[in-house]
């Protein structure tokens, strides 16, 4: 079946600097979403990517979407305590499947 | 009031004990999922359905019913439960759209400890 993994596993950054977060799929995806979860919270949606090679910006987020359509990444800007949290990918591999599959997510602390 | 509702939000039970917990929504939607979250892993579907006549397992069913009881109310049972069922449980919703659109919709969660 579908596999989506994400590394790294976790991810302790002084504040200010920068964070990534990367997502590769073992097939080929239609879209993928990305998720955050705050501690004791639950997962929120941020953005979805379709396009091969597509990029989006969230002021300090930027999302990126693979040539091929298998790998994505999420980048932080100069991180703010505020970014704390679990950051899940979920892949959806064809059209019509309805299934989205998540990675095993990346836990983000900040240290102030 | 939260659009995506779970019942009950903590639950402590015993190894063999039946065990149900409740989702519903008031989105509007179609398409209902039952995830779990272990630390480290991330969320596995565990079933999903896209109506009330369409049930679907996911890829760690094994254990584990649910009923879809209207459009609103997807509920997921545990018919004896065992401790390596402690877990965190999410219900989600997702709209019925054109292919590569729609994002999950989660509920709160509902935190499961079996003894």
């Known amino acids: 079946g579908q596999q989506v993994m994400q590394i790294p596993q976790y991810q302790h950054v002084q504040e200010g600097e920068d964070f990534t977060t990367y997502c590769n799929s073992s097939?080929?995806?239609?879209?993928i979403q990305w998720y955050k979860q705050r501690p004791g919270g639950h997962p929120v949606f941020l953005i979805q990517?379709?396009?091969?090679?597509e990029v989006k910006k969230q002021k300090r987020l930027t999302f990126q979407f693979g040539e091929a359509k298998k790998n994505s990444s999420l980048h932080i800007t100069a991180t703010q305590t505020t970014d704390v949290g679990t950051y899940f990918c979920?892949?959806?591999?064809?059209?019509?499947?309805?299934?989205?599959?998540f990675g095993k997510g990346t836990k983000l602390s900040v240290i102030p | 009031d939260a659009d995506v509702t779970q019942t009950p939000r903590n639950r402590i039970t015993k190894t063999g004990k039946r065990i149900m917990l409740e989702c519903s929504q008031t989105k509007g939607h179609d398409r209902m999922y039952w995830y779990r979250q272990d630390p480290g892993l991330g969320l596995r579907l565990i079933y999903y359905?896209?109506?009330?006549?369409?049930?679907n397992k996911g890829e760690i069913s094994d254990g584990y019913s649910v009923s879809r009881q209207a459009q609103a109310k997807f509920s997921l049972s545990l018919e004896s439960a065992i401790p390596n069922q402690t877990a965190l449980y999410f219900c989600?919703?997702?709209?019925?759209?054109?292919?590569?659109?729609?994002?999950?919709?989660f509920g709160e969660g509902s935190r499961l400890t079996v003894l």
């Open positions: 979920a892949g959806e591999p064809g059209a019509g499947s309805y299934q989205l599959t």
């Open positions: 097939t080929t995806l239609s879209n």
């Open positions: 359905s896209f109506d009330v006549k369409d049930i």
């Open positions: 989600a919703t997702r709209p019925t759209s054109d292919a590569n659109t729609g994002e999950l919709f």
């Open positions: 990517l379709v396009k091969s090679g």
